[in-house]
């Protein structure tokens, strides 16, 4: 709880003292105290100290460890290091942590955002060929990327190929957005 109202009222510094010192006693933080201060590192593009912090940890479980490191992957997306993104993804794989369709789906939304459509779209096709089971969040990112960016087609595509995902009110409002735009009324 004190870490969380250092870190609330801005004090990085002395929670970061604090974790410190509780952890020289052995009285480690509950997961949700080092998540706030793992939020609030990344956050500021503390990335170094907050991987530190994450490797000086306590045993994790499988659980615990995919959602730190999911906010590591949204820390390099955030940040625009697609790259950092996916490495830590790929290592997440080979290193029998669990990737989820959440991570996946930060690093594909955010580099449908920048306009990287074709490597969002390759990546989505990787997860496939890895097992990730993809939903229709993941399907209307890249579909919204396609039609924001004016290529109605290939989102089209993308959005036939994935049959078996439900459309829904996202997908279908990205193409009534995009004719819309473009003054098609009536197709849309």
């Known amino acids: 709880m004190l870490v969380r109202c250092c870190v609330d009222v801005g004090k ?3 929670a970061l003292q604090l974790m410190e010192r509780m952890e020289r006693l052995e009285f480690f933080p509950s997961v949700g105290g080092y998540v706030v201060l793992f939020e609030t590192l990344l956050e500021s593009g ?6 530190e912090m994450f490797v000086e940890m306590p045993s994790l479980d ?37 990737v989820d369709v959440f991570i996946c ?54 959005f036939r190929s994935f049959s078996e995902c439900v459309p829904d009110v996202f997908m279908y409002n990205s193409f009534m957005l995009r004719l819309c735009r473009d003054g098609n009324m009536i197709e849309a």
């Open 12 to 14: 990085v510094g002395p």
């Open 46 to 51: 503390r990335l170094s100290l907050a991987w």
């Open 62 to 98: 499988n659980c615990s460890s995919c959602m730190f490191l999911g906010l590591f992957v949204h820390a390099f997306v955030k940040h625009g290091d697609f790259g950092g993104a996916w490495k830590l993804v790929c290592e997440m794989w080979s290193g029998g942590v669990g």
């Open 105 to 158: 789906t930060t690093v594909i939304h955010g580099l449908c955002k920048h306009g990287l459509l074709r490597e969002g779209t390759s990546l989505l096709y990787k997860m496939l060929q890895m097992v990730v089971i993809v939903d229709s969040v993941l399907i209307s990112s890249i579909i919204n990327g396609y039609c924001k960016a004016g290529r109605m087609l290939e989102g089209a595509k993308v």
